[in-house]
């Protein structure tokens, strides 16, 4: 911290740099003005008087201003500098030549054009410069030291003219000085006053270009999002026919396993080897598997999903690895390994997603079955306090410590011998699927040791326990109390699987009458009540006939429905391939009476087979006609008139659409009091685009209670989430409600 000291400031006054242009002018009017006395003294000593003593000190101006002319515009600080030494070298060489005359008191001369060319305090300098020449030459010629006339009164006038220069030259810096600061603050303050403006206009000049670029962009986004909405159309098209050719002969290998097994009755009552059996339920079950995958990429297909869906429900873990086992117990005992399983006794059940964790262990049993030459394969569980951890080892070789890093990484192969094989997906889409659970996955390897995989599913706390704990079946619903529960009134069980999929967190029960409605609601009261638009159509007045409570919220909205589809194409009912036994005896059931006479068209000989084979294990009394084909279908249909009709929708001659409405135009035309009516169930693969249609109708959100003003901005929120889209969404840290507390 610098002291102020008034004295110092006086002596060291701050000089304003405008005095630097001041003096730069002055240069040239004294280098002028000592050039016009340099002649006067040469002019003076040659022609008047002829005092030739003189031309010395007039040759030195002479020369002297010559090169101050010279030397200003590069260095006019060395410029001022040496006109002074011109100057006293000038008087003193006058007093040098001329020791009577009265050159000494030319000395103050220079210290007052001193005090205009150089800073103040530096007049003494040039003062002190000046006496010593005066000195000098003065003792040079025999002057005493004390000489009044030559030495005494010339320093003394040298000196005092020194003070009365600086002082005045003081007074003048310092006004200079406050003037310049009084200045430069008001330039200052201009040029943040310009610096403000500028900002301001080019934030206006950004803001300009940002609007630009926005409009630009969103004219892009609508761009994007017809390319992406035709490219989410043509994906589906793709889907729907690949799952046609996948469901065909998936549909054929699942029926007939699932005939063996559950129905020997139709095969005359031939009962299968044990080994057979074993055989026959093991392919029924990775059929089961691949069928489960199949239907994950149609629903995501149909449903733009934004993460990994994933179906949760409490099962116990060790009848999921008791599945895989079995399912890659053949492939393990083929290559003559042993496959151990370790299992804890006592595990508790787990809200996890059977075919995900399934898939997980198939995937580490199968690549360590494929890496195992002898030994054994070993599955291991073990429970901690908050997780599961279930350990997969093997006797193999082992994993390089210099790939083990990449053992995550899709699409990388860790063995460049023999046992590579696969896409390099399996490990990478493992790990995927543990932490969607909230579980980890790391190897643990060593070279001609084996490996060990190790992957863990953590247990719900005690807060979660409550709202992850899944309806157990088995038990009655009053001895449920996890997740909220929620009535769903709807005409199809096939709705329920969808929404615990895709509306996580929630327990689903089905109510098909407004009876069965009122009964789940009297036993279990729900949480809410979903009620599908088209049901409340056919089966109640009004919302009062359901004896809803005030509290109870309900959401009314169009739900998918396959009986629908096929009501839309002119059938009764519609079941998507591939068919199982089960989904074949509810359709029947829905009928108004059992048929005695069923069609199956179909131009799948080995399909007919099946469904005929399913018909009469249930209805052993029904007659199946079978037709290969629309055309011979329409035929027999005209010859026998069915009771039912079984109808695939693809066909390469007759498709099904143009059966069913052949079969209208036969209706109308021949339609008497004692004409039989045929009902049609379609039983297809395709026909699905309806599905992926806008379902048409309101969603309404009411409570009879009504709802409070946060619960009405929370529902906004979701739903405006729901119909805006991702790019223009804005997401929010946190809900307030209108009280400014956080919701």
């Avoid at 007939?256 to 080994?275: C, D, I, K």
């Amino acid at each position: 911290m610098q002291t102020d000291i008034p004295w110092k400031r006086s002596v060291e006054a701050t000089e304003s740099g405008d005095l630097d242009d001041l003096r730069y002018d002055l240069t040239l009017i004294i280098t002028v003005a000592m050039l016009g006395i340099s002649w006067i003294l040469v002019l003076f000593a040659i022609g008047y008087g002829g005092h030739l003593e003189e031309l010395p000190a007039a040759g030195l101006l002479l020369a002297g201003s010559a090169i101050g002319i010279w030397l200003r515009p590069k260095h006019f600080r060395a410029t001022a500098y040496w006109l002074i030494g011109v100057l006293i070298g000038a008087i003193t060489c006058l007093k040098w030549s001329s020791p009577e005359s009265l050159a000494q008191f030319y000395f103050p001369v220079a210290v007052v054009i001193s005090s205009l060319l150089i800073p103040s305090i530096r007049v003494f300098a040039v003062a002190t410069l000046g006496s010593i020449a005066c000195v000098v030459v003065a003792r040079a010629h025999g002057v005493a030291w004390l000489d009044f006339l030559q030495i005494v009164t010339p320093i003394t006038l040298i000196y005092l003219t020194a003070f009365v220069a600086w002082l005045n030259s003081h007074q003048v810096n310092t006004a200079l000085d406050w003037m310049e600061k009084s200045y430069g603050r008001a330039r200052a303050l201009l040029e943040q006053l310009r610096d403000e403006r500028m900002m301001q206009a080019r934030t206006l000049k950004s803001l300009e270009d940002a609007y630009v670029r926005i409009e630009k962009m969103n004219y892009a986004l609508i761009e994007a999002h017809r390319v992406a909405e035709e490219a989410r159309r043509f994906k589906s098209e793709f889907v729907a026919n690949v799952s046609h050719e996948l469901r065909t002969p998936l549909n054929l290998i699942i029926g007939f396993n699932e005939m063996m097994a559950t129905a020997p009755e139709s095969y005359g009552n031939v009962p299968l080897p044990s080994a057979y059996r074993g055989d026959v339920m093991a392919t029924y079950r990775n059929a089961c598997h691949l069928r489960a995958l199949i239907d994950d990429i149609l629903d995501l297909s149909r449903i733009d999903a934004g993460s990994m869906p994933l179906n949760r429900e409490l099962i116990e873990l060790g009848e999921v690895i008791h599945e895989a086992a079995e399912m890659v117990r053949g492939l393990v005992e083929a290559r003559g390994l042993a496959l151990e399983l370790a299992l804890s006794e006592e595990l508790p059940l787990l809200y996890i997603d059977r075919t995900r964790i399934r898939q997980v262990l198939l995937n580490l049993l199968t690549n360590a079955t494929r890496f195992t030459d002898q030994g054994n394969i070993r599955v291991q569980t073990r429970l901690d306090k908050s997780e599961v951890t279930v350990t997969v080892e093997d006797h193999g070789r082992g994993i390089d410590p210099a790939r083990l890093g990449q053992a995550f990484e899709a699409f990388t192969q860790l063995e460049n011998g023999p046992a590579r094989e696969g896409s390099g997906l399996g490990l990478a889409v493992s790990k995927r699927f543990v932490e969607l659970h909230g579980g980890s996955m790391w190897i643990e390897s060593e070279v001609g040791q084996g490996t060990t995989v190790y992957f863990t599913i953590p247990l719900p706390d005690e807060a979660e326990s409550a709202r992850l704990f899944r309806w157990n079946p088995s038990q009655s619903s009053s001895a449920c109390a996890g997740e909220p529960l929620v009535l769903v009134l709807h005409d199809d069980l096939r709705v329920l699987p969808l929404l615990r999929r895709y509306v996580d967190g929630y327990q689903y029960r089905l109510a098909e009458t407004a009876e069965r409605a009122r009964e789940i609601i009297q036993e279990t009261l729900p949480a809410a009540v979903i009620m599908d638009t088209t049901w409340a159509v056919h089966s109640i007045q009004s919302t009062a006939e359901l004896a809803l409570p005030p509290e109870l919220a309900l959401i009314k909205c169009p739900l998918p429905s396959a009986r629908r589809l096929g009501v839309l194409v002119g059938a009764a009912d519609y079941i998507s391939k591939p068919l199982s036994r089960e989904d074949l005896t509810n359709a029947l059931a829905r009928l108004p009476k059992p048929p005695q006479t069923v069609l199956v068209v179909d131009d799948e000989p080995d399909f007919v087979r099946l469904v005929e084979r399913m018909l009469t294990a249930d209805h052993p009394s029904a007659r199946v006609l079978e037709a290969f084909g629309g055309k011979q279908g329409l035929e027999i249909a005209r010859a026998e008139r069915p009771d039912l009709v079984l109808l695939d929708l693809a066909m390469p001659d007759v498709d099904g659409y143009a059966f069913l409405e052949v079969m209208t135009g036969d209706r109308a035309t021949e339609h008497t009091s004692t004409t039989k009516v045929t009902s049609v169930i379609i039983v297809s693969a395709t026909g699905l685009e309806q599905e992926s249609a806008p379902l048409l109708g309101e969603v309404r959100l009411e409570r009879e209670a009504g709802f409070s003003l946060t619960e009405m901005l929370r529902a906004l929120q979701m739903m405006l989430a729901a119909v805006t889209p991702r790019s223009a969404a804005v997401p929010a840290t946190a809900a307030v409600s209108p009280t400014g507390d956080p919701d």
